[in-house]
């Protein structure tokens, strides 16, 4: 089975604080993704990775930023917290060549960090 | 572009009765449809994918889709609703206009199961 595990399951932090979200899959999977989740608005696209230092925007990552050192691991992370990035993130990995992925093919997730900014 | 809308926020069924969460999306190229459903603090989970070939759909847990390219839906159904099928579930369309792997989400519908 494929597993994607995410650092934490709940975070508070301050406003203005630097918050990092870790998250690792074990299947060795090239593409990798973050989100967030609101009420009402579904899943949204902050930013995507097709391999090692390799990053791309998303439709949302403003105040975002990512790092992909190793390719079981991406990062998000948050330059200066503020009180509406208050939400759920969630990563996930799906399989793919640099060049191409499928649209057929299924992104697997994490179980999300339920991140509040006070 | 590529878009999803689910026509319910919320939709409340009893235990053994039939499920019907709408689906109606936008694609200018041939789509590939996904439903997932996610559980009360757990992941998204895939429950079935629709990808060019039969267009009925089935999928986990006694839940099918049928695509119908007429009508740009894809809704999501089940014949008898069990408790446990209370959940969050999410329409999902992949942005067939480049070869990112983007995935669009509709809003959500939450699925009440009453006893």
């Known amino acids: 089975d494929v597993k994607v595990t995410q650092s934490s399951r709940y975070l508070v932090k301050r406003t203005g604080e630097k918050v990092f979200l870790e998250c690792v899959q074990d299947?060795?999977?090239?593409?990798m993704f973050w989100y967030r989740q609101d009420p009402g608005l579904g899943l949204r696209l902050i930013y995507f990775?097709?391999?090692?230092?390799?990053?791309e925007k998303g439709d949302i990552p403003e105040g975002y930023s990512v790092s992909r050192e190793k390719k079981e691991r991406f990062s998000l992370i948050l330059e200066s917290a503020s009180t509406n990035q208050t939400s759920m993130y969630l990563c996930a990995s799906c399989p793919g060549t640099l060049s191409y992925i499928l649209p057929t093919y299924e992104q697997y997730f994490g179980p999300g960090t339920r991140l509040t900014v006070t | 572009a590529q878009s999803v809308t689910q026509l319910d926020s919320h939709v409340s069924v009893s235990e053994g009765t039939p499920v019907l969460l709408r689906c109606n999306y936008s694609?200018?190229?041939?789509?590939?449809l996904f439903w997932y459903v996610q559980h009360p603090n757990k992941g998204l989970q895939l429950l079935l994918k629709?990808?060019?070939?039969?267009?009925l759909v089935k999928g986990i847990n006694g839940f099918e889709a049928e695509f119908k390219k007429s009508e740009t839906s894809f809704h999501l159904t089940k014949p008898s609703a069990h408790m446990s099928d209370a959940a969050e579930y999410f329409c999902?369309?992949?942005?067939?206009?480049?070869?990112?792997?983007?995935?669009?989400f509709g809003q959500g519908t939450t699925l009440q199961v009453k006893p």
């Open positions: 990775s097709y391999d090692v230092k390799m990053k």
């Open positions: 629709y990808t060019s070939a039969a267009t």
């Open positions: 299947m060795d999977h090239e593409n």
């Open positions: 694609s200018s190229y041939s789509p590939s």
């Open positions: 999902v369309v992949s942005d067939g206009s480049s070869n990112t792997g983007k995935l669009i």
